[in-house]
């Protein structure tokens, strides 16, 4: 038996990186899948390679529009919606001097408001599919402050707080939200660090080595199934314990 037997789930920016691997993962455990990205190539690719269970749909997750089409391609597919995995994201390092405006707003409108537009639209068919579960992916940048962080750290400190307000407000709809902070996971488009240099990023944490996507994968599976049934409003940070310092 599956932890995800029967659940129909959306999962964004899935065409690489994390999000190919939460929907390979969601797929093993039994759930039905939409899959999102910009990428179309590699999305339906994906999608081809994993069958009946799953569907590629071309979205912008800053666009209201392309919400309403996953939304309405979820349930004319699936008929229903069990859980949504909120992964789309961008990122670049830049100081507080050398941002810009436009680099800021470019980052909040995908990180934050594609967050925000996804919870908006896809509650209500949630709510009327029985309630669900939302994961929201932040990261340790959204925990603490990291330099050069500035406007990717804004973005991910945003959703851990939209996180909780969601929690509180969705939660009498039968829907629990949390919100997952990874550190440093190998196999993705944000973390591309070769191996010789592991070491030196992460010899000081109590598991010193870089993260696996099927960790952070097994996270985001427990926290979509109702296995994590009395747990909303969190964060869960996956980093092989470096917040410890
Ligand atoms: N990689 C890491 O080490 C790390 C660490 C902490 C947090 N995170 C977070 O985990 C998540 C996944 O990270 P990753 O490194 O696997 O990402 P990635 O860069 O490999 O993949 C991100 C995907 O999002 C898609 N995307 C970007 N903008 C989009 C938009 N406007 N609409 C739809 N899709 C869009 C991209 O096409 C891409 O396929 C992100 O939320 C990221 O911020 C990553």
């Given amino acids: 038996m599956g932890q995800l037997d029967g659940k129909v789930a959306i999962i964004t920016g899935a065409a690489q990186g994390m999000g190919e691997n ?3 993962a969601f797929v093993e455990e039994g759930a039905r899948v939409v899959v999102t990205d910009l990428q179309e ?3 339906r690719e994906l999608a081809g390679e994993l069958g009946e269970a799953a569907l590629f749909v071309a979205q912008d997750v800053t666009s209201e529009a392309d919400w309403d089409r996953v939304v309405a391609a979820a349930l004319e ?3 229903r919606i069990d859980a949504l995995v909120n992964n789309a994201a961008i990122w670049w390092t830049a100081t507080v001097l050398e941002e810009t405006a436009d680099g800021l707003r470019k980052m909040l409108e995908v990180n934050v408001v594609g967050v925000w537009l ?3 639209k896809v509650a209500p068919a949630m709510r009327d599919s029985g ?3 939302i994961v929201n992916i932040s990261s340790t940048a959204g925990i603490h402050g990291i330099p050069e962080h500035g406007a990717y750290g804004a973005s991910k ?3 851990r707080g939209l996180t909780k307000v969601a929690a509180h407000e969705l939660g009498p709809l039968g829907i629990r939200v949390n919100s997952v902070h990874p550190g440093g996971i190998k196999g993705t488009g944000m973390f591309q660090r070769p191996e010789e240099e592991h070491d030196a990023i992460f010899r000081h944490n109590p598991i010193p080595r870089a993260g696996e996507r099927s960790e952070v994968s097994a996270l985001v599976v427990f926290l979509a199934s109702d296995a994590s049934s ?3 409003g969190h964060e869960h940070v996956i980093d092989g314990g470096r917040q410890l310092w």
């Fill in 22 to 24: 939460h929907a390979r």
């Fill in 41 to 43: 190539e590699a999305g």
């Fill in 77 to 79: 597919r699936f008929g």
């Fill in 118 to 120: 996804a919870m908006h």
């Fill in 131 to 133: 309630g669900g579960a």
């Fill in 157 to 159: 400190w945003a959703v």
């Fill in 230 to 232: 009395y747990i909303t």
